[in-house]
């Protein structure tokens, strides 16, 4: 068969080849190719070879030189809150003076901040901010991303955030999966009256639903957020409606939201700050996979997950962002990688499993992304280094200068290229 493009030259691939979830033990264990050549054909991976690609190409083929630099699948993060209006400088202020998150929350400042900025942007606002986020992203590798709501906590502005993840998906290179988080934290008109925004948030997915503009649905299960039990509610009627669930859970507080996730077949639980040992044991046993968000732990200077436990304990993980305006606020998913190392101690073989075929995993797209396989999408980024480890010690910058999306060079010599 002829490509229509090959990418040659490469120092080393490196990718997942097991079958997700990859779990336990099993997530140290990724293949390497030296000195291998790419084809691909219509946004495919045709073959993955070493030696010589005349017989994969015609006159029309593009030829690509990776100059002798590294190749990984491209990165995948499966925890954002992407779309919102403004930012929180002023709280990073307090948090220095070690006033606390939920404090901040508590004080109708945090999330009900950004909710305040966001109902008033108009769209065009929050989709060229998030656009802008999303070019960082793709710039520094990342290829698919899951974005989420929860900053209008009412159904205009909720929806609108939604139409602004659904429309960058398709008309940015990044493949952009929509979650509704109506359940970020209970808006201040519903302050004294916790139950009747329950039941719009019951309602509101019910709409949100027919109108097909999420697939999947997020609690912030936390204390003086959402308690265990509403949780639940939420989530079980979610289900009804043909959600997938996931939650915010054991962030700050050990409330037990990782037990619910994996009662409920949660597809993640995310953050597990404060998980119990016997619930991350529950989890290896489960097909829920653990969705660690290092980068909020260093930014709160909170304790980080326990992954090194949880490895032990046959858990399936990914590592995620969490790019947030409060909790989180960078787009560097390369800096995200090396917390992952530093702070939750991961190998750099646990890690590239916890950001490509791991999230394509619970994001319901690794049949098609997540690792350089023959027949999935050539999601591809070459990087300036000498090997995987490499990536992870030099922390703080971007080592990827070009990113493929489906076969489509998108970022050329670290720099966005604009389809005309
Ligand atoms: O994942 N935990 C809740 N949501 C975000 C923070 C959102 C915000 O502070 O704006 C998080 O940490
Ligand atoms: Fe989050």
């Given at each position: 068969?002829?490509?229509?493009?090959?990418?040659?030259?490469?120092?080393?691939?490196?990718?997942?080849?097991?079958?997700?979830?990859?779990?336990?033990?099993?997530?140290?264990?990724?293949?390497?190719?030296?000195?291998?050549?790419?084809?691909?054909?219509?946004?495919?991976?045709?073959?993955?070879?070493?030696?010589?690609?005349?017989?994969?190409?015609?006159?029309?083929?593009?030829?690509?030189?990776?100059?002798?630099?590294?190749?990984?699948?491209?990165?995948?993060?499966?925890?954002?809150h992407?779309?919102h209006?403004g930012s929180r400088?002023?709280?990073?202020?307090?948090?220095?003076?070690?006033?606390?998150?939920?404090?901040?929350?508590?004080?109708?400042?945090?999330?009900?901040?950004t909710?305040?900025?966001?109902?008033?942007?108009?769209?065009?606002?929050?989709?060229?901010?998030?656009?802008?986020?999303?070019?960082?992203?793709?710039?520094?590798?990342?290829?698919?991303?899951?974005?989420?709501?929860?900053?209008?906590?009412?159904?205009?502005?909720?929806?609108?955030?939604?139409?602004?993840?659904?429309?960058?998906?398709?008309?940015?290179?990044?493949?952009?999966?929509?979650?509704?988080?109506?359940?970020?934290?209970?808006?201040?008109?519903?302050?004294?009256?916790?139950?009747?925004?329950?039941?719009?948030?019951?309602?509101?997915?019910?709409?949100?639903?027919?109108?097909?503009?999420?697939?999947?649905?997020?609690?912030?299960?936390?204390?003086?957020?959402?308690?265990?039990?509403?949780?639940?509610?939420?989530?079980?009627?979610?289900?009804?409606?043909?959600?997938?669930?996931?939650?915010?859970?054991?962030?700050?507080?050990?409330?037990?939201?990782?037990?619910?996730?994996?009662?409920?077949?949660?597809?993640?639980?995310?953050?597990?700050?404060?998980?119990?040992?016997?619930?991350?044991?529950?989890?290896?046993?489960?097909?829920?996979?653990?969705?660690?968000?290092?980068?909020?732990?260093?930014?709160?200077?909170?304790?980080?997950?326990?992954?090194?436990?949880?490895?032990?304990?046959?858990?399936?993980?990914?590592?995620?962002?969490?790019?947030n305006p409060g909790s989180?606020p960078?787009?560097?998913?390369?800096?995200?990688?090396?917390?992952?190392?530093?702070?939750?101690?991961?190998?750099?073989?646990?890690?590239?499993?916890?950001?490509?075929?791991?999230?394509?995993?619970?994001?319901?797209?690794?049949?098609?992304?997540?690792?350089?396989?023959?027949?999935?999408?050539?999601?591809?980024?070459?990087?300036?280094?000498?090997?995987?480890?490499?990536?992870?010690?030099?922390?703080?910058?971007?080592?990827?200068?070009?990113?493929?999306?489906?076969?489509?060079?998108?970022?050329?010599?670290?720099?966005?290229?604009?389809?005309?």
């Amino acid at each position: 068969m002829i490509a229509d493009l090959i990418i040659y030259n490469i120092k080393k691939i490196y990718t997942p080849y097991l079958n997700p979830p990859v779990r336990g033990k099993d997530m140290n264990k990724i293949k390497v190719i030296a000195n291998p050549f790419i084809a691909v054909k219509d946004g495919k991976i045709i073959y993955i070879g070493t030696g010589s690609f005349e017989n994969y190409i015609n006159e029309k083929t593009i030829l690509h030189d990776a100059l002798n630099k590294v190749c990984l699948p491209g990165f995948i993060d499966s925890h954002s809150h992407l779309v919102h209006a403004g930012s929180r400088e002023d709280e990073f202020a307090l948090l220095r003076k070690n006033v606390s998150y939920l404090d901040i929350l508590e004080a109708g400042g945090g999330i009900l901040g950004t909710v305040q900025k966001t109902r008033k942007a108009s769209f065009e606002e929050l989709y060229m901010k998030a656009e802008k986020s999303l070019d960082i992203m793709m710039m520094h590798g990342v290829i698919a991303l899951e974005a989420k709501s929860g900053y209008g906590l009412d159904l205009e502005t909720e929806v609108k955030q939604l139409k602004v993840s659904n429309k960058l998906n398709g008309n940015h290179p990044i493949y952009v999966k929509s979650t509704y988080m109506g359940a970020h934290a209970i808006p201040k008109e519903f302050k004294n009256n916790r139950r009747k925004y329950i039941d719009q948030i019951l309602s509101d997915m019910k709409y949100i639903k027919n109108l097909g503009l999420a697939n999947s649905i997020d609690v912030f299960c936390e204390n003086g957020v959402f308690s265990l039990n509403e949780t639940e509610e939420i989530l079980m009627s979610a289900k009804e409606l043909g959600y997938t669930v996931k939650l915010h859970a054991d962030e700050i507080e050990p409330m037990g939201g990782t037990k619910l996730g994996i009662k409920l077949g949660a597809t993640s639980v995310d953050h597990l700050m404060a998980s119990s040992n016997e619930d991350i044991i529950l989890l290896g046993k489960s097909n829920t996979i653990a969705n660690l968000l290092p980068g909020t732990s260093f930014y709160l200077r909170k304790k980080y997950a326990n992954a090194r436990y949880m490895i032990d304990n046959n858990v399936a993980i990914s590592i995620s962002g969490d790019y947030n305006p409060g909790s989180c606020p960078t787009e560097n998913f390369q800096l995200i990688m090396h917390l992952a190392a530093n702070y939750l101690k991961m190998t750099s073989e646990e890690i590239l499993n916890a950001v490509t075929i791991n999230p394509a995993y619970h994001m319901n797209i690794y049949k098609n992304k997540g690792s350089i396989e023959k027949s999935k999408d050539a999601d591809i980024i070459l990087l300036d280094i000498d090997n995987l480890d490499y990536l992870f010690y030099h922390f703080g910058i971007n080592h990827v200068s070009d990113v493929f999306i489906k076969g489509k060079l998108v970022v050329k010599d670290r720099k966005v290229l604009r389809s005309k």
